[in-house]
């Protein structure tokens, strides 16, 4: 993940960045000198990849929070399910309301439901492709998309110099490989389920002379591998009255 991107941008649709987070394009997997951390991670990208659909329940905590209440971390409940290649649907909510985003292959849509408003764009029919597009223009991703794109570890493993394996520790009852990754101005850790390879937790520290140091960290409590889902999942509905906004609102 390039540290230039990880920021968490403050959005005129009242606030939608606390569910968000950000990472860029790849440019390639480095070459991780710890194998175990390779291992573990690459065993991880392959369970998630494998997965036509994939289904998730996590909370989600940034601190401080993107709400300029210093001090307070901000906390969220997400939802969501990708069908691969190229459609996703999350849901966040928190003490700012319910966001929601859509992506059905054709367009993504972002969506306020507290403020009533919303942003859309066209959009690759590739969830990677979309994630590297909106990365790279407007510097933010919808929640754990760096673990649901099609090659997780090519997204996560831009700009990493070095990876360790810490040892083995328990998230929430599940045996897990500790695994930590370092690159300049940006800390990051997985902590991957000895058993099944999916990830438990992921912690990304980091720091910008703009927002100075920050923390966001989500536990995922259930992942669901290819669950049975509704055809119209990913049908985008606006909701009636919500008004539209430009995606350039998104900009921080």
Known sequence: MNPRMLHIPRFSIAALAAVFSACSAPVGEPA????KSATVLKAMSAKLAAADTLGFEATRSVYPSSHGRLGVPEHAQLNGVVKRPGSLWLDGHSSEGRRTVVYDGRQIVFIDHRAGTHARTAASP??????????????????????????????????????????TEWISGVKCDHLTFRQPGLTWELWVGVDDSLPRQFVQRYFSGASGARTVSTTIHRWILNPRVPADRFQIRIPSGSRKVDLTSLKP
């Open 32 to 35: 991780l000198r710890d194998k």
């Open 126 to 167: 590739t969830l990677d492709a979309v994630c590297y597009w909106f990365a790279s223009q407007y510097g933010f991703l919808p929640p754990l998309a760096e673990l649901l794109v099609n090659d997780p570890a090519r997204f996560l493993l831009d700009g990493v110099k070095r990876g360790s394996h810490v040892g």
